[in-house]
């Protein structure tokens, strides 16, 4: 109970900056398996990319996927991903381009395993050019993004602090889209959007860690390192980063687990599996990854590296007056008195025999 009042006051003293190779590794981890994903694997563009034919039909028979694979496989089209919706309500065949006449033997294959007349299914066809203007729209996007943000942290607070939020946007996307080719969930414009709303969710929450850092700066720069207040600065915002970032969550899990697999509202999962993704890596690399990282480059800096010098050269010679008020060195023990010898007095000369006694000297006569 102590650590959770801890932290929620903001009073937890977790070394960020210290364990950064712990947290470097992890990502270093989930950002290799991503890229082989991508590279083994690729991802699943939706017909939106690729182009091609999407027909939907209601299954009253049940058929199952087995029985549309096999059917669909004679025809030619062993590539074709079908796809059951509403827990077998309804059935989609997403397929490359085809010529006239192999559209309609799919159609009709579909509609006598489904039971339904040709008028119940839908189809809608798609051109390769459609997703390769989402594509480049979605990259340019991207880059204005990623320039005016670059631009806004540069002007209102410190560029390294802008470069450092990029570099955690990036480790965020790489690590949703691996997640996307791991999965091979379709990719589709939805998921775009979904990635541009993750980069604005992201970089806010790496922004108000940097906001409180450059706060802590201006207070705290003469008796503490770059480290130490980064240290700081990310304990304090732990907790509203956790909480924002589980309210968020929320929402968008419920989104992605009850509407998507319970529901079987398939368009609800690319939109939301982004997302969550997504918000999960944004939280984590802004606490983990963001600050740490831009502590280890600005201490690097020669400025920051004097200062440090300085902030140890102080505290030792502190260290050295507190030791020496605490121990005072102790008095030297009292010696006992000496007695002085005793001075011997001079013996008066002993008479000579026959010789006359001293003379006394003469008695005062009182007035």
């Known amino acids: 109970m102590s650590r959770l009042s801890d932290l929620s006051r903001g009073e937890t003293t977790i070394d960020f900056v210290g364990l950064r190779r712990r947290w470097f590794m992890f990502s270093a981890a989930l ?60 059935v989609l065949v997403q397929t490359g381009p085809l010529d006239t006449e192999l559209e309609n033997d799919l159609i009709e294959t579909i509609t006598f395993l489904a039971g339904v007349s040709r008028e119940q299914t839908s189809l809608d066809a798609v051109g390769p050019s459609f997703g390769a203007l989402v594509a480049r729209q979605a990259l340019i996007a991207l880059g204005v993004f990623l320039a005016v943000a670059v631009l806004f942290i540069a002007w209102r607070l410190q560029w390294k602090m802008g470069l450092v939020g990029v570099v955690a946007l990036l480790h965020d996307m790489v690590i949703t889209i691996g997640v996307y080719a791991l999965l091979q969930f379709p990719v589709t414009p939805a998921t775009v959007v979904a990635l541009l709303t993750i980069l604005g969710y992201s970089l806010y929450d790496t922004v108000v860690v940097f906001d409180r850092v450059e706060e802590y700066t201006a207070e705290m720069e003469e008796e503490f390192t770059y480290t130490e207040i980064v240290n700081r600065s990310m304990n304090k915002v732990l907790i509203r980063s956790l909480l924002t970032s589980l309210t968020s969550l929320l929402p968008v899990g419920s989104l992605l687990f009850v509407g998507s697999i319970l529901l079987g509202a398939a368009s609800l999962k690319d939109f939301a599996l982004a997302l969550f993704v997504g918000m999960a890596a944004g939280t984590y690399s802004s606490i983990m990854i963001a600050g740490p990282l831009l502590a280890v480059w600005r201490e690097s800096e020669s400025r920051w590296t004097e200062h440090r010098a300085e902030v140890m050269r102080i505290r030792d010679l502190r260290a050295g007056k507190s030791s020496a008020v605490a121990a005072p060195p102790r008095p030297p023990k009292a010696e006992a008195p000496r007695s002085e010898p005793a001075v011997a007095k001079e013996s008066e000369p002993p008479p000579v025999p026959g010789s006359a006694p001293p003379a006394r000297p003469p008695k005062k006569k009182r007035r």
């Open 31 to 90: 950002i290799v398996i991503s890229l082989l994903s991508l590279g083994v694997r690729q991802l699943n563009f939706g017909l939106e990319f690729e182009g091609g034919l999407a027909v939907q039909s209601p299954n009253p028979a049940g058929a199952e996927i087995g029985e549309y694979r096999d059917a669909i496989s004679a025809l030619g089209l062993a590539g074709a991903r079908i796809q059951l919706i509403d827990d077998g309500a309804a």
